[in-house]
């Protein structure tokens, strides 16, 4: 695929990915393990996404936006980590995992940019938000619609802008950066698959590890290993 292209598939899928994150549908194609494997499929190479869709889902499974806390676009980042790994590989200018990790250490950088990007967007809002207001007092449903469908707008537009312009300037600082790491480094990049795939367990663990249920889940970890110990015997 040449690289107007993938930018332009890469920026819509990026919009879509930003609106169903916290604006509307909520039918989970934001989360990394979804948008990733999409990406990948359109750009030829299924199995590169989902292994960045499986090391980045669990990572960000504790960002969630609820009420006022917002975290990094971690779904937003997925998308750009997804796209050029797939498209960097797909110009074989190094190994997989070299250029896998490498996607993902930069995709952190746009993820945090697009936490900046939310917290302006949500000030931008807020005029939106007090039109809506007029508008519920004179009863003009119509307003009301266009003023929502301008927030998804906004949306929309952010996640395109933040994945086109994050993968097209992520090609233009990776690939010399990749070509210039040597192949004999591979081993220790694999193994920063399994560290990232690590993180993504302690994060999820400490979602249960509380006061109150810890014992559970260390009462549960502890039963899994004894039958796994049986099994294998």
Request: one cysteine or more; a negative charge.
């Amino acid at each position: 695929m040449d690289i107007i292209p993938a930018i332009l598939i890469t920026s819509l899928i990026g919009g879509i990915i930003a609106i169903d994150t916290a604006v509307a549908f909520q039918i989970m194609i934001s989360q990394p393990i979804v948008s990733c494997t999409i990406i990948g499929l359109i750009f030829g190479l299924p199995e590169i996404g989902i292994l960045v869709g499986i090391l980045l889902e669990l990572p960000w499974l504790i960002n969630i936006p609820s009420g006022g806390a917002h975290g990094s676009e971690g779904n937003l980042g997925a998308v750009v980590a997804a796209a050029l790994s797939s498209y960097l590989v797909s110009r074989n200018i190094n190994t997989a995992n070299i250029i896998i990790i490498t996607s993902i250490i930069y995709s952190l950088c746009i993820s945090q940019v697009g936490s900046f990007l939310i917290d302006f967007l949500r000030k931008v809002n807020l005029n939106l938000v007090h039109d809506a207001d007029q508008a519920v007092e004179n009863a003009d449903v119509g307003e009301i619609t266009r003023l929502n469908l301008t927030g998804f707008f906004y949306m929309f537009v952010m996640g395109f802008i933040l994945t086109g312009i994050g993968f097209g300037l992520g090609i233009f600082i990776l690939k010399p950066l990749i070509s210039f790491i040597h192949s004999d480094f591979d081993r220790a990049f694999d193994l920063a698959k399994y560290s990232i795939l690590g993180l993504g367990f302690g994060v999820v663990a400490s979602l249960f590890l509380t006061r109150d249920t810890k014992w559970y889940v260390i009462a549960g970890a502890a039963a899994s290993v004894l039958i796994l110990l049986l099994v294998s015997f």
